[in-house]
């Protein structure tokens, strides 16, 4: 300690009262000219006030490691000019937050504003792409494709860390991934017979095949609200369908069946709780889709694209661009699903119900816009109409499981 003291100089900010007795450390116990220490001792005898100033280089010679007050010196001494509250037992107080950990709304934006964007160039890019190359099925394949390789890069990196996975798991995770593959090949082939504000609108019916399943299938009873609250979605549909200007079955078909295919998604996700983190169960989701995905796309569309598919693609946009679009489809596909899953993961079930409408709404409104899609006012108020419907759905049914959740 009198080594300690040879390299320090105190001065007490308030005097040191001891069984009545006042008494002061002057400034001429310094041996060397340094920094102060700044030490105050209040009322209460546990409390105890001490400040460090440029230290470290000092606190860390070996006569004085280990001892309690220079470790808590050396801590502050490492955070800069910082104040240390030392309590009974020396404990140390958290250093100061940083800026984004005492604005965590702003990093909750930030990751609404990146899913909605990703989501939004991924339709326009999709879309222009069925132009020039009107196979869906080959393109479903190409988004799970490079979504794969960009899961088995992460993992070779360790970046995440690959979760092991075990028969059982396999067993569980394979009909989410063939419910998965089914649905996206159907939005795809969707996206490529009708406007993308069209299949969008109608995959607006969503929630009400979850409903029906949840109640018809698993049993759960839903709340008579939640059901009326419906009724504006099936409308609003109905109408926008009947005089959409590029309506044609196929499309619409092909949305109604995506609905279908995730709604049992939901269904055998929840049966799926395999206990690993949702990067690593997407990525292996993605897997096994991608294995459901190619044999159609070899059957259905493999004899076209090796006959003139390919070559004509490549004739209208050349090569580069024709695989440079291919790539970047797939990559934000895969980016945007997994921005969403993490965005989603860090709010409350309100706000994650207001973001899965508003940026739907995102979608339809900018595919419009950017493809100039003419629709009549009919379509125009019988898509409102829909959405409307399902902001009222989700806001009812975020505020049941807020409800649930509280009572648990």
């Given at each position: 300690?009198s080594s300690?003291?040879?390299?320090?100089?105190i001065?007490?900010?308030?005097?040191l009262h001891v069984?009545?007795?006042?008494t002061?450390?002057?400034?001429?116990?310094?041996?060397?000219?340094c920094?102060?220490?700044?030490?105050?001792?209040?009322?209460?005898?546990?409390?105890?006030?001490?400040?460090?100033y440029?230290?470290g280089?000092?606190?860390?010679?070996?006569?004085?490691?280990?001892?309690?007050?220079?470790?808590?010196?050396?801590?502050?001494?490492?955070?800069?000019?910082?104040e240390?509250?030392?309590?009974?037992?020396?404990?140390?107080?958290?250093?100061?937050?940083s800026?984004?950990?005492?604005?965590?709304?702003?990093?909750t934006?930030f990751?609404?504003?990146?899913?909605?964007?990703?989501?939004?160039?991924?339709?326009?890019?999709?879309?222009?792409?069925?132009?020039?190359?009107?196979?869906?099925?080959?393109?479903?394949?190409?988004?799970?494709?490079?979504?794969?390789?960009?899961?088995?890069?992460?993992?070779?990196?360790?970046?995440?860390?690959?979760?092991?996975?075990?028969?059982?798991q396999?067993?569980?995770?394979?009909?989410?991934?063939?419910?998965?593959?089914?649905?996206?090949v159907?939005?795809?082939?969707?996206f490529?017979?009708?406007?993308?504000?069209?299949?969008h609108?109608i995959?607006?019916?969503?929630?009400?095949?979850?409903?029906?399943?949840?109640?018809?299938?698993?049993?759960?009873?839903?709340?008579?609200p939640?059901?009326?609250?419906?009724?504006?979605?099936?409308?609003?549909?109905?109408?926008?369908s009947l005089?959409?200007?590029?309506?044609?079955?196929?499309?619409f078909?092909?949305?109604?069946?995506s609905?279908?295919?995730f709604?049992?998604?939901?269904?055998?996700?929840?049966?799926?709780?395999?206990?690993?983190?949702?990067?690593?169960?997407?990525?292996?989701?993605?897997?096994?889709?991608?294995?459901?995905?190619?044999?159609?796309?070899?059957?259905?569309?493999?004899?076209?694209?090796m006959?003139?598919?390919?070559?004509?693609a490549?004739?209208?946009?050349?090569?580069?661009?024709?695989?440079?679009?291919?790539?970047?489809?797939?990559?934000f596909?895969?980016?945007?699903?997994?921005?969403?899953t993490?965005t989603?993961?860090?709010?409350?079930?309100?706000?994650?119900?207001v973001g899965?409408?508003?940026k739907?709404?995102?979608?339809?409104?900018?595919?419009?816009?950017?493809?100039?899609?003419k629709?009549s006012?009919?379509?125009?108020?019988?898509?409102?109409?829909?959405?409307a419907?399902?902001?009222i759905?989700?806001l009812?049914?975020?505020?049941?499981?807020?409800?649930?959740?509280?009572?648990t």
């Open positions: 300690m300690l003291m040879s390299h320090l100089s001065r007490l900010v308030k005097p069984n009545g007795f006042t002061r450390i002057a400034p001429s116990l310094a041996q060397r000219r920094q102060p220490i700044v030490g105050s001792v209040e009322n209460s005898p546990e409390k105890i006030r001490v400040g460090f440029g230290w280089h000092i606190l860390r010679r070996p006569g004085f490691v280990g001892s309690p007050v220079v470790k808590a010196a050396e801590a502050a001494a490492d955070g800069g000019d910082q240390t509250e030392i309590y009974e037992g020396l404990s140390i107080v958290e250093p100061p937050k800026f984004l950990e005492r604005y965590p709304a702003l990093v934006g990751f609404f504003f990146t899913w909605y964007f990703l989501n939004v160039i991924f339709n326009i890019l999709n879309k222009k792409v069925y132009n020039y190359f009107p196979y869906p099925y080959f393109v479903s394949v190409v988004h799970l494709l490079v979504g794969v390789a960009y899961c088995l890069i992460s993992w070779s990196v360790g970046l995440p860390k690959r979760a092991p996975i075990n028969k059982d396999l067993g569980l995770l394979t009909p989410v991934a063939a419910c998965h593959a089914l649905g996206h159907m939005s795809n082939v969707s490529a017979a009708v406007a993308v504000s069209f299949t609108t995959k607006a019916l969503e929630p009400f095949f979850n409903a029906a399943a949840s109640q018809f299938i698993l049993g759960h009873q839903i709340p008579l939640l059901w009326l609250s419906l009724a504006p979605v099936v409308i609003g549909v109905s109408m926008a005089t959409e200007l590029s309506f044609n079955w196929l499309g078909t092909s949305a109604m069946i609905n279908i295919s709604t049992y998604r939901s269904i055998y996700s929840k049966k799926a709780m395999t206990g690993m983190d949702s990067t690593n169960v997407y990525a292996y989701i993605s897997i096994i889709a991608l294995l459901f995905c190619l044999p159609p796309a070899i059957l259905i569309e493999g004899p076209k694209l006959q003139y598919g390919f070559s004509d490549i004739a209208r946009v050349g090569i580069v661009k024709f695989v440079s679009d291919l790539l970047w489809i797939g990559m596909y895969h980016l945007y699903n997994q921005i969403a993490n989603l993961e860090r709010v409350a079930p309100l706000t994650h119900a899965n409408v508003l739907r709404v995102f979608v339809i409104g900018f595919s419009i816009v950017v493809f100039g899609n629709i006012t009919q379509t125009g108020i019988g898509t409102a109409i829909a959405i419907g399902v902001a759905y989700s009812i049914k975020a505020n049941i499981e807020e409800q649930k959740r509280k009572t």
